[in-house]
């Protein structure tokens, strides 16, 4: 790999981290980077590079399996025509390494969408429900359809599950001017793929989009619907802690048989 400029990992690991976060983003969007951005993204190739070579050594991976998830990376390695299915944005070329991650077995990868290096920037609807949300949703259309329509045409929807979701939904109450604040009691998540049916709506809100009226799905019996399209038992999944087993779901959760194929 090639060197370029040095950096100590041990004086700041954090400082690592949160450089390396927007050394990626400048790097996909094209912007030019600091010296040490560019080392520390050199390092953690590095780093991921000998991470995978360690899980040769280990007989966890074949060489050739290494060298594939490395490759996974390198998103401009595809035609031009499906560079520009997903686009030039950060998280389209986002969507493009997470179908070369999956085509080449990696088994589960997380998506973010980010601003800026803003990690949690789905949480800017507190002042501007409508701008922050509507650039949000341009931003990343393009690549998540491009990703459900590249897994299906390389046949690798039916065997891959895609979840879109968050940890909560928005307010139909103002807060200030323009923002909404937080609603836990009633939001969405679509799933694609993996034994779930297309085209269908499971559940409602009430007439304001506040709580649930019908079919409510608790997080819990999510969890346990998710581990079972894994093929896992969210009852048989257990780990001992302080003296008793415990589970993902506690001791709820059901499985939603209604959203399965």
Not at 93 to 106: D, Q, Y
Not at 108 to 122: E, F, K, N, T
Not at 213 to 238: M, Q, S
């Amino acid at each position: 790999i090639e060197k370029i400029g040095t950096y100590n990992p041990n004086t700041n690991p954090a400082t690592i981290d949160v450089v390396h976060d927007r050394a990626l983003y400048w790097l996909q969007v094209g912007a030019e980077m600091s010296h040490t951005a560019r080392a520390i993204l050199k390092y953690k190739g590095v780093v991921y590079h000998n991470h995978l070579l360690n899980g040769v050594k280990k007989g966890a991976l074949t060489e050739e399996e290494a060298n594939k998830k490395f490759e996974a990376w390198l998103h401009d390695k595809e035609s031009k025509a499906t560079q520009e299915l997903y686009g030039d944005s950060h998280y389209g070329k986002g969507c493009l390494i997470a179908r070369r991650l999956v085509e080449r077995g990696v088994r589960v990868v997380q998506l973010s969408h980010s601003i800026s290096g803003y990690d949690i920037a789905w949480d800017t609807g507190h002042g501007d429900i409508k701008g922050g949300h509507a650039d949000l949703a341009h931003a990343s259309d393009q690549g998540i359809a491009a990703l459900l329509k590249d897994l299906k045409g390389r046949g690798l929807l039916d065997d891959t599950l895609v979840v879109w979701g968050g940890e909560f939904g928005r307010a139909p109450t103002s807060e200030g001017a323009k923002g909404r604040d937080h609603d836990h009691y009633g939001y969405t998540i679509w799933m694609a793929g993996g034994g779930v049916k297309p085209g269908h709506v499971h559940g409602r809100t009430d007439e304001l989009g506040y709580g649930i009226a019908d079919r409510p799905v608790h997080v819990n019996d999510f969890n346990a619907t998710l581990l079972h399209l894994l093929g896992l038992d969210h009852e048989k999944l257990t780990y001992r802690f302080q003296g008793r087993r415990f589970r993902l779901t506690d001791v709820h959760g059901h499985v939603v048989k209604g959203i399965l194929t």
